[in-house]
């Protein structure tokens, strides 16, 4: 994975549709080359791996019931709680690999990349390591991002991070968790309307 120019980092970070929502992250800095993905295969913690195939296992295995007919209902409802058990578990796992020196919270995130307010500035092209620890179990994602900017917000730094090096299966879950996060403000956003016309 070679390292991308500031150019084509601002183009890649427009790739995706960007939600605005606080989540936990850690961003460390690295003081190397952008990781190969092989590198990258190889550095990803278990507890991440095994979010990732706990996520993939229970999506296909719903996709299955749907072929059973009136059992599948019933089943999916034990099958869905037994997994909502895995994902608790899985949950206090993750959290363990959030390192509290290095957390931070997302004003936005993407497939491409997010931004957050920091104590202290990056430089440009810096390459870090980011671990993303999504919302409502939805897993966490461990990979290799570059700064594109760096901006002073009062006496904050806004720094905005492109994934650089990351699974695409990974790339998906974040995604995925960011239409999730899109959806639930929108109806927010519809109800909070109905209550003013309402009223």
Not at 66 to 91: F, S
Request: aromatic residues 8%; negative net charge; contains cysteine.
């Amino acid at each position: 994975m070679s390292e991308l120019t500031l150019q084509q980092l601002a183009e890649t970070y427009q790739d995706y549709f960007s939600v605005e929502h606080g989540i936990s992250l850690n961003v460390r800095p690295l003081d190397r080359p952008l990781p190969s993905t092989d590198e990258l295969a190889a550095a990803i913690p278990a507890p991440f791996l095994m979010a990732s195939d706990v996520n993939s296992l229970n999506s296909s295995a719903l996709r299955s019931l749907n072929r059973l007919g009136e059992l599948a209902e019933e089943l999916a409802n034990y099958l869905q709680q037994q997994a909502r058990k895995v994902d608790l578990l899985l949950h206090y796992v993750l959290r363990q690999q959030d390192d509290e020196s290095t957390r931070y919270i997302t004003q936005s995130y993407s497939g491409s990349g997010c931004c957050y307010l920091a104590d202290s500035a990056l430089s440009p092209l810096q390459v870090v390591e980011v671990k993303l620890f999504l919302d409502n179990n939805d897993g966490a994602v461990f990979c290799y991002g570059q700064v594109l900017s760096c901006e002073q917000v009062a006496e904050k730094w806004q720094i905005k991070v492109v994934f650089s090096c990351i699974r695409e299966e990974d790339r998906e879950l974040i995604v995925r968790a960011s239409l999730h996060q899109q959806s639930k403000l929108l109806k927010q956003k519809a109800e909070q309307r109905q209550q003013h016309t309402s009223s």
